[in-house]
């Protein structure tokens, strides 16, 4: 069975920094893209940044200048570093990956969530 696991948010006071990561476990042959979503309080999920296996960023206009996603594909981890957090970044954190596997090919999977809190 394939999962991939969050940890690393919390609590922090607006300016402040966070990071987040997220580790793929099970038989996976491989990972395509990695990509970071999130869900404020009576918002939609939208997508904050994706990286490809060969290091290729995108960022969302809010995210942009802010985060930087990044990937170790040695240990199929992906992080989020998010620096200068808003009120507004407040928000549950998933990850997600497009992988194969020996069943599957183009799996999608979702991390569980991790809950980020910006507030003095």
């Known amino acids: 069975q394939v999962q991939l696991v969050e940890s690393g948010g919390g609590l922090v006071q607006p300016g402040g920094s966070l990071r987040l990561s997220c580790a793929a476990s099970?038989?996976?042959?491989?990972?395509?893209?990695m990509r970071w979503y999130r869900q404020a309080p009576g918002k939609e999920r939208e997508l904050v940044a994706d990286?490809?296996?060969?290091?290729?960023?995108n960022y969302a206009d809010s995210a942009k200048g802010r985060f930087t996603i990044s990937r170790d594909n040695a240990k199929n981890t992906q992080y989020l570093q998010m620096n200068s957090l808003k009120p507004e970044d407040t928000a549950v954190y998933y990850c997600n990956a497009v992988m194969d596997t020996p069943s599957y090919r183009y799996l999608e999977v979702w991390g569980q969530g991790t809950l980020v809190t910006v507030s003095s």
């Open positions: 099970g038989r996976i042959l491989s990972i395509n893209v």
């Open positions: 990286i490809t296996p060969g290091g290729n960023t």
